[in-house]
């Protein structure tokens, strides 16, 4: 039992003492950052797909 309350002391005296935290404005940029580029993969996914369907789509029409 000693060897568990050990561990949570060590580990919460190292998130409080050893660990360096982003601030607010690092954090708010990585999340604009993500956003951006999440939107952006998603509209090249979606236009390939879109792309793939109209192809497929015309193929089967004329043969």
């Known amino acids: 039992m ?23 404005n690092e954090l708010q940029g990585s999340a604009i950052l993500v956003l951006v580029a999440s939107t952006i993969f998603a509209l090249v996914i979606g236009g390939i ?12 029409r004329e043969f």
């Open 2 to 24: 000693q060897k568990i309350k050990t561990f949570f002391v060590e580990s919460w005296d190292e998130l409080k003492n050893k660990v360096s935290w982003s601030s607010f």
């Open 49 to 60: 797909d879109w792309v793939f369907k109209t192809g497929l789509e015309w193929f089967y």
